[in-house]
Structure formats: structure tokens, C-alpha cells
């Protein structure tokens, strides 16, 4: 019996999709993609004899319905999401309507645009002695979030942020940062599009990132990268990791005294 295969994209970039992704794209026969974030191209090029559906402007109830025919047939069907699908994807009502119609699934993560923007800036996320927690999150917008994570509620912790599904309310965004553990100066780095071919890149503070996105048109498919690790990075590093230290010893390598 089939089952529906959930891969993860990736970013935009047709070749940072999975091997095991690319593997199982290609052998559908039927696929559903997010037509609204994820390139056609991507199709096209892996699965170009599929059967294809742009679930941009599908239901629930219509897309449940294509993947559960195509199980009913027999034939093999993806469900193809943009980045990771764990991160925003919208795949956990999807998972339950197969549980409910008893259908098997199995996920395929992805790369997250969050790691695709690091990339983009060259730019590690957790650093010695400046941060060493990432948080994903977003800003209440039409989809609400709990109360103990609103975002100056998370800011107040001062770890390096990824601000998702936000850029159209960067006023909003920075006024919030400011009320936590951050300062107008704290560094900001904003990716559009990342690793596209129009992919954007804009930094600055919090006190003239707003102002440099206007000015730059960016209004959506972006994410906000807020924190010292950026500072560190234009700045020069303070504090190096023990890992690759010729006086640190682990279980891979004796460290040199001396």
C-alpha cells in the first residue's frame, strides 16, 4: 500500500532540497505542492511526468482529498512543503486527517530558510561566550501566539533570534525587541528570499532596520536575524570555541600542553 511522503523543499534553491527529498520527488507520481512559496521549477525538474497540484489555493479538505485518492490508486504521492516542514509547515491537521482516514505518511525534513539566511550572511548562529540559543519565532499577526511567547516576552532573553512571517510588520517588530533584552544598536540582518536568485540582503540596527526594508520594498518571504552574533561577525570574535583549540583535549584528540 502507498503512503504519502512530506518533504521538506528547502528554501527556495532547487539544490538544497534532500538527496532522500529529490529521491522520493522524483518517483511520484502525484504531487501537491505549496505553490506559493515553493519554485515550480523544483517540480519540473524532479517529477516533470507527475500529476500536480498547486495547494496555494486548496483546502484542507481538497488537498486530504488528491492525496487520498492517489493512495486508493496505488500510486506513490508527495506533499511537497517549502524549508522544513516541522517549522510553520501547517503538516500536524494534514498528519491527522490521514490518521483519521487511516493512511500512512512519513516525514522528510528539510533545510529551514533560518539556516538558509546564515548562509547567506556567513554567519554562524551560536557563539562562545554570545550566544549559544536560537530561537525561532514570529510576531502575532492573523495568527495568534500564546501569551508567554510574545515577542517582547522572548526578548527578554537576549539569545539570537529568527523572526519568521514578520517583515511586513517591522515597526512592530523592533518595538517589541526594544522592550526586552535589546537595545537600538543591537545588530539587525534581514534575508529575503534566501538562497533564490533575487535573494536580498539588508543590516543595520534596531534603531534604522525598519527604515532600511522600506526602502529596500521588502514586504514578505524574509526572515529577521536579531542579535550579537551579527555584531560579532563585523566586529571580529572575542572568544573562539574549544573544539579546534590545540590545548583542549576530547575524546577525538589529546590536547598539546603548553
Do not use: N
Request: glycine share 8%.
Amino acid at each position: 500500500m502507498s503512503i504519502v511522503h512530506f518533504i521538506g523543499a528547502g528554501p527556495g534553491d532547487a539544490e538544497l532540497i534532500t538527496v532522500k527529498g529529490a529521491r522520493l520527488l522524483a518517483a511520484a507520481e502525484v504531487v501537491v505542492f505549496a505553490g506559493s512559496l515553493v519554485d515550480r521549477e523544483l517540480v519540473r525538474t524532479y517529477a516533470p511526468a507527475a500529476e500536480v497540484y498547486d495547494s496555494a489555493g486548496m483546502t484542507l479538505e481538497e488537498t486530504t482529498a488528491v492525496l487520498a485518492q492517489a493512495v486508493a490508486d496505488g500510486r506513490s504521492v508527495v506533499r511537497l512543503h517549502t524549508g522544513d516542514p516541522a517549522i510553520y509547515g501547517a503538516i500536524q491537521e494534514q498528519m491527522a486527517e490521514l490518521d483519521r482516514l487511516g493512511i500512512g505518511y512519513r516525514v522528510v525534513p528539510g533545510v529551514t530558510s533560518a539556516f538558509a539566511a546564515a548562509a547567506a550572511l556567513k554567519q554562524e548562529l551560536t557563539l562562545p561566550e554570545v550566544s549559544q540559543t536560537v530561537i525561532i519565532t514570529r510576531l502575532a499577526g492573523k495568527t495568534p501566539v500564546p501569551e508567554r511567547e510574545q515577542l517582547a516576552a522572548i526578548a527578554g532573553i537576549g539569545a539570537t533570534l529568527v523572526i519568521y512571517l514578520s517583515v511586513a510588520m517591522i515597526e512592530a517588530v523592533v518595538a517589541e525587541l526594544l522592550r526586552g533584552a535589546y537595545a537600538p544598536d543591537t545588530p539587525v540582518a534581514v534575508v529575503a528570499r534566501a538562497s533564490w536568485p533575487d535573494e536580498q540582503l539588508v543590516e543595520g540596527t534596531l534603531a534604522d532596520i525598519a527604515a532600511a526594508v522600506r526602502a529596500a520594498a521588502i514586504d514578505k518571504q524574509a526572515v529577521i536575524l536579531v542579535g550579537d552574533v551579527l555584531r560579532a561577525r563585523r566586529e571580529g570574535l572575542k572568544a573562539k570555541s574549544l573544539l579546534y583549540d590545540k590545548e583542549f583535549s576530547h575524546g577525538c584528540r589529546r590536547g598539546i600542553v603548553t
